[in-house]
């Protein structure tokens, strides 16, 4: 186990602290560092908050040590007698520099998140421990899996939906999937248009015998996976266990009236929360016939109320390290310069 994990500091000044106590950094040499880490402060500080107020000089210092910690830990990959050796005999700024490069992979990546609150998920304290490895790794991760979302969702949005296209929530995307599912499903089986009649023999259909949904749910995933690949496809993969689970979990459950004609209104919304949010099964509602939704508001097919499904109600349901004082110095601040 790391030391600053034990110890509960950042790695950076456990490593400078032990120098000072074991006689292996001069104190010409640690002055050095600290003019460098204060430097280093003061140009984040610069370019990205303000000039003026002491705790955005506080976040710039904290920033400058919890990057310039990362770039000590890749170097000497966590091993205290090769990070001592970088900090006798190489400059500081290079394992800011190193940490910076992992940094700058993650302000390059697409986002729509201000570049000084990124820069804030990098702070560190002087006194606790932040993991700052896992710290840039889960933010790379985040980012990385918001830009896959994106572009699964431009493939999978364009249904003629009326809802927020901005929107590249995991729920939203995954519904506009099971949407397209549901769809090809109907249109593998002969029917060109989504009416209540066609739900109603595909469901019986496949609640009479899961296998059948198993090979035909399985023919168009195929046909979604081949498209993709990288991270979209593995995201894709993720979700399909859970998405088929949403069609059979409820088939078992699927009642139909005595003379087998229509199926209750009751499952029929369950089905529905299982497959899509609920703009999704709106979208759903809104793709029938004039004939058939007329039918369901008149209560004509089912014999459940079909406003507990809550998509025929007039409007849906809104479902302090202080730097300065750890190295005995004030900082005032004054471009980042080329790490």
């Known amino acids: 186990m790391r030391l600053d994990k034990v110890r509960t500091r950042p790695f950076l000044l456990l490593m400078l602290q032990d120098g000072v106590r074991d006689g292996h950094f001069t104190l010409d040499h640690i002055k050095k560092i600290e003019k460098q880490l204060i430097d280093m402060s003061l140009n984040i500080g610069k370019n990205y908050f303000s000039p003026v107020i002491r705790r955005d000089l506080q976040k710039s210092c904290e920033i400058v040590l919890g990057i310039t910690t990362l770039g000590l830990l890749r170097l000497s990959e966590g091993d205290s007698s090769k990070a001592r050796s970088i900090l006798t005999d190489d400059s500081v700024v290079n394992c800011f520099r190193r940490g910076w490069r992992d940094v700058s992979c993650v302000l390059n990546m697409p986002h729509q998140i201000d570049t000084s609150v990124l820069l804030g998920k990098y702070q560190c304290s002087a006194n606790e421990h932040s993991d700052i490895v896992s710290v840039h790794d889960t933010l790379f991760k985040e980012l990385e899996k918001q830009n896959i979302l994106k572009e699964i969702g431009r493939e999978f949005d364009d249904q003629n939906l009326d809802i927020d296209m901005e929107d590249n929530s995991e729920e939203k ?3 506009d999937i099971q949407l397209y599912i549901f769809n090809e499903l109907i249109k593998s089986n002969g ?16 609640r009479d015998d899961v296998t ?3 090979t035909e749910i399985d023919i168009v995933l195929s046909h979604i996976l081949d498209k ?6 593995g995201v894709i993969e993720e979700w399909i266990p859970e998405m088929k689970a949403a069609f059979t979990q409820i088939f078992p459950e699927l009642n139909f009236r005595k003379d087998d004609a229509f199926v209750n209104f009751d499952f029929f919304e369950k089905l529905m929360e299982g497959l899509m949010p609920d703009a999704h099964r709106m979208y759903l509602y809104e793709s029938l016939s004039k004939k058939d939704r007329d039918e369901v508001e008149h209560k004509t097919l089912f014999e459940s109320d079909p406003t507990d499904m809550g998509i025929l ?12 004082m ?3 110095l004030d900082f005032s601040k004054d471009t980042l310069p080329d790490y």
Not at 228 to 233: D, H
Not at 313 to 324: A, H, N, T, Y
């Open 326 to 328: 750890e190295f005995g």
């Open 228 to 233: 993709k690949e990288g991270g979209a496809r």
């Open 313 to 324: 109600d007039d409007e849906l349901s809104e479902s302090d390290m202080d730097m300065g």
């Open 212 to 214: 059948v949904f198993h």
């Open 191 to 206: 029917f060109s248009k989504i009416e209540l009649s066609n739900i109603r023999d595909l469901l019986k259909k496949y």
């Open 173 to 175: 995307i995954r519904g």
